[in-house]
């Protein structure tokens, strides 16, 4: 009788298997690695220049920030809706690997536009709007491929580890993007900032190249890409609850209590310190995020996974709150105020990272292959047009009430939504990982 299974060894620090076993996942991940730095000085300059142009947070909010590339409030809201769900029918009718290789050159292309009317001195918010708005487009369609990728290339039992690692260099990025964007913007200006993100994302396209053909499977009757093939994508979800209360959590804390629109205006008034201290407040989310990630190795034995979901989106707006209600009541010019908010940031940023690596898991596994480019559609529209709105809701709640208010009343929110779902959601709060149900 051969003897039992050893018991997996309990690990503290990230899982690399997925990178020493999977090659194509490591081109994949190298190269976003490097690109995302770049990407996230953009992200970040974006914000500064149009603040610099309109001194207005609400224009910040209309241009947006998020994840990969910035994108413009309402005029992007539409491109990244109609391309996010019809790009995702797309992956699901190409060649991934193409798909993503196309959508990612037009995103360099337009990063060198950017980084020109930067040396241009052209100094047009509509320009810029104009300009992040397309990034949004190629961004709606690169997304998904890339996404749809990963799970046709990694075991299913290595996917919360290869979410980690993705999670953790995206966070990376978002640590050292802001702290560069706010060195170069202050020493030389915007364009060196463009500049670096045009160069570094050469990165991403060899990182594409690298990997072999991915073919999708396609389900019997599935259609050519267009409505009738996004509508099949929409009825998949409609009967699967707990994939649609991933998106859910993730719109309560995007929606209700995403700040990073109100650091360019605490960097210039409140707290002082300009585009630096923005640098520092975003670069204090991310460290939460890299060291989530970091020690994320206990996470690939997590069974409750919706369960982690809630309390994670939970802490997140809790942490949020905080962070408004010391900007409510600490005094200006208190030494420890600055670093009070960017320790909130990070916790923020933890809880966000953790939430994220198992919702990613949950959609993964509960997506047939046919189907993962359109549900990954659905997840690019969640998760970049829910802090789309969210840089709306809190510009203008900032505007009318303070930057300090509009954080707590948004944390707040954010904890007390996210608690009414687990409540009318029992099945995601039962969630197991061993046992997945749809």
Known sequence: ????????????????????????????????????????????????????????????????????????????????????????????????????????????????????QAWWHVDSVGLLYLLVGLQSAAFAVNNPARSAIVPGIVPRELLPAANALSGT????????????????????????????????????????????????????GSHRPGLRSVLEGVRFLATRPNLRATFLADLCAMVLAMPRVLY????AAELGGGARTVGLLGAGFAVGSVLAGLLSGPLGGVRRQGAVVVGCVAVYGASIAAF?????????????????????????????????????????VATPDALRGRLQGVFVVVVAGGPRLGDLVLGSAATGVGEGTAALGGGVACVVAVLALASAQRGFWRYDARHPAP
């Open 264 to 267: 360019p205006a605490l960097g």
């Open 324 to 364: 408004g209600l010391v900007l409510v009541l600490a005094p200006d010019g208190t030494g420890g105020k600055l670093w009070t908010c960017v320790g909130l940031l990070a916790v923020s940023g933890a809880a966000d990272a953790v939430s994220s690596v198992f919702r990613g898991t949950i959609l993964q």
């Open 1 to 116: 009788m051969s003897p039992p299974p050893a018991a997996p060894r309990w690990r503290l620090l990230a899982d690399t298997t997925p990178l020493r076993e999977v090659p194509a996942f490591r081109w994949l991940w190298i190269g976003q690695s490097l690109a995302g730095i770049g990407t996230q000085l953009t992200v970040v300059t974006v914000g500064l220049q149009v603040f610099a142009l309109t001194s207005s947070t609400l224009a910040v909010g209309l241009v947006g920030l998020v994840g990969l590339v910035g994108l413009v409030g309402l005029v992007a809201l539409v491109p990244l809706v109609g391309l996010g769900l019809y790009g995702g029918a797309l992956v699901d009718a190409h060649d991934r690997r193409r798909v993503a290789l196309l959508a990612s050159a037009v995103l360099w292309v337009l990063s060198l536009a950017i980084a020109a």
């Open 169 to 220: 260099t995206n966070a990376v990025a978002l640590t050292t993007g802001p702290l560069l964007a706010g060195v170069l913007v202050s020493t030389w200006g915007f364009q060196a900032a463009y500049t670096v993100d045009a160069v570094t994302f050469v990165a991403a396209l060899v990182g594409v190249h690298r990997l072999p053909p991915m073919r999708p499977e396609v389900l019997p």
